[in-house]
T-cell receptor
Framework: TQLLEQSPQFLSIQEGENLTVYCNSS?????LQWYRQEPGEGPVLLVT?????EVKKLKRLTFQFGDARKDSSLHITAAQPGDTGLYLC????????????FGTGTRLQVFP | ETGVTQTPRHLVMGMTNKKSLKCEQH?????MYWYKQSAKKPLELMFV???????ENNSVPSRFSPECPNSSHLFLHLHTLQPEDSALYLC?????????????FGSGTQLSVL
């Protein structure tokens, strides 16, 4: 079973700080998705990365897919309280080509 | 508004009760999913329905019984649950149930089993 390890597990920062969260696996990803889940809501897809070394930007969020496609990172510049939430990475299960497995998650709290 | 509506938002039930969770999607999608989110575990896939047919049962105990009467509605019938079943139950939908398709999640039902 492919496991997705995310780090850090928890992160509390002040508004305006920068941060990076990571998603790692011992297996190669075919592609990877990042979701954000705000308190009291379901996860919402932020981005899908497909190509090794790929970098995608979504306003203050920068997503990078590792060259070897075994890791990914999410960097947030000048964090805001609205960035607070649970960040989840997800990819295909190793033995099933259609269904997602989710990472352990990084819970981010941004204080004003 | 994600287009996926779950009711109720909160549910407290005893171990001998029978209750049902409801999910409705207004997006015209063909695939619907039940996920379980516990405090100490990653989001876990429970069931998948494609065009009303169950295509995935991820070794879920029989005290959880899904029902998909049409492509827009999904139910999760609960009976004789255990306290460890307390969790957030999330419904999701996608266009064709294929990898790479964007999953749209509902807000979830927070279930507490006493």
């Amino acid at each position: 079973t492919q496991l997705l390890e995310q780090s850090p597990q928890f992160l509390s920062i002040q508004e305006g700080e920068n941060l990076t969260v990571y998603c790692n696996s011992s297996s190669v990803f075919s592609s990877l998705q990042w979701y954000r889940q705000e308190p009291g809501e379901g996860p919402v897809l932020l981005v899908t990365v497909v190509t090794g070394g790929e970098v995608k930007k979504l306003k203050r969020l920068t997503f990078q897919f590792g060259d070897a496609r075994k890791d990914s990172s999410l960097h947030i510049t000048a964090a805001q309280p609205g960035d607070t939430g649970l960040y989840l990475c997800a990819t295909k299960r190793a033995y099933n080509t259609d269904k997602l497995i989710f990472g352990t998650g990084t819970r981010l709290q941004v204080f004003p | 508004e994600t287009g996926v509506t779950q009711t109720p938002r909160h549910l407290v039930m005893g171990m001998t009760n029978k209750k049902s969770l409801k999910c409705e999607q207004h997006l015209g999608h063909n695939a619907m999913y039940w996920y379980k989110q516990s405090a100490k575990k990653p989001l876990e896939l429970m069931f998948v329905y494609n065009f009303k047919e169950q295509t995935e049962n991820n070794s879920v105990p029989s005290r959880f019984s899904p029902e998909c009467p049409n492509s827009s509605h999904l139910f999760l019938h609960l009976h004789t649950l255990q306290p460890e079943d307390s969790a957030l139950y999330l419904c999701a939908s996608s266009q064709e149930g294929r990898w790479g398709e964007k999953l749209f999640f509902g807000s979830g039902t927070q279930l507490s089993v006493l």
